[in-house]
């Protein structure tokens, strides 16, 4: 039996992760499969019970049920408990298991972009507060950075996550980010502001450090207006679509037993499917 795997959401339809198994699974000549399944609220138990059943080897979980799935698992990982989230699952010995690869995706992705960049990284500012936000501050806190300022429009959003993450993370102002740029060694977006349909992201980078790094997890656009800018200052920019094409390494390792490489041509397919929308 081929192994079968899934990613499951509500909606699903836009969900770029079957390209990027799809590619892996065709480069590496295995058999295997990966499919949206579109699961409602309602339906998530149900479809536990059909991994558990042994239909798939795993798979992905997104919007809306990172955090619902967590309670259903045999096993969690540390990253999973620290965020609350499970996005990729597998079975082992009969024991549903899920991790979290966010936090791993966006590290692989700047590790790959900014080689070194945790020697001189001291001060990070996250703007942002959500779910991609306490995943990179988990990340960049496991890291080593000295100091990680959260800036929210909700400030109390950022005071909570500051709180539940611990030193050295510490809350700000959203109406502060623009004084905080010139002491921070890295920057990023972890909002939605700035994405297509979305308003833009109004930061002040006139400050910004000489070699600064700003990352924007936002690839769509592939290149948002914060980083056509900070590149215009002589800043390292990272991109949101290697995060996305690292978080799901972990995973297909799992369930296909063969760890793939984010390749050039990987990305340039995700790009030209990105620019087709
Ligand atoms: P995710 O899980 O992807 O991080 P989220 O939990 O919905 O998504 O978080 C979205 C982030 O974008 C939040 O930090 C949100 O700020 P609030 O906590 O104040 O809502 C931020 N965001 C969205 N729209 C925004 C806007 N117009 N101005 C400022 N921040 C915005």
């Not at 990253?79 to 936090?103: F, S």
């Amino acid at each position: 039996m081929i192994p079968r795997c899934f990613v499951i959401g509500h909606p699903i339809a836009h969900s770029r992760s079957p390209l990027i198994h799809g590619a892996w699974l065709a480069e590496h000549g295995l058999d295997g499969a990966y499919d949206r399944i579109d699961v409602a609220p309602a339906g998530l138990a149900a479809f536990v019970a059909r991994i558990r059943a042994g239909e798939f080897a795993g798979g992905n979980v997104t919007v809306p049920h990172k955090e619902a799935v967590l309670p259903l698992l045999d096993e969690t990982s540390e990253a999973a408990r620290a965020m609350g989230a499970a996005n990729t699952l597998w079975l082992e010995d009969g024991r549903l298991c899920g991790d979290n690869t966010d936090a791993a995706g966006f590290l692989g992705h700047l590790d790959a972009s900014a080689p070194g960049w945790d020697a001189r990284v001291r001060t990070a500012l996250l703007l942002g507060a959500g779910g991609a936000a306490r995943a990179i501050a988990h990340g960049l806190k496991g890291r080593g950075v000295a100091r990680i300022v959260l800036a929210n429009r909700n400030r109390t959003r950022a005071q909570e996550l500051a709180a539940s993450l611990g030193a050295p993370l510490e809350a700000a102002e959203w109406s502060a980010r623009h004084g905080l740029v010139p002491a921070a060694d890295l920057i990023v977006n972890t909002t939605s502001l700035g994405m297509k349909g979305q308003p833009p992201l109004d930061l002040d980078l006139s400050g910004l450090k000489p070699g600064a790094i700003v990352d924007d997890i936002v690839y769509v656009p592939l290149k948002t207006a914060l980083l056509v800018e900070a590149e215009r200052r002589g800043a390292t920019i990272v991109d949101g679509l290697g995060m996305l094409l690292h978080q799901a390494v972990p995973g297909f390792a799992r369930w296909f037993g063969v760890t793939p490489s984010v390749t050039a041509s990987l990305r340039a397919r995700l790009e030209a499917d990105i620019l087709g929308t």
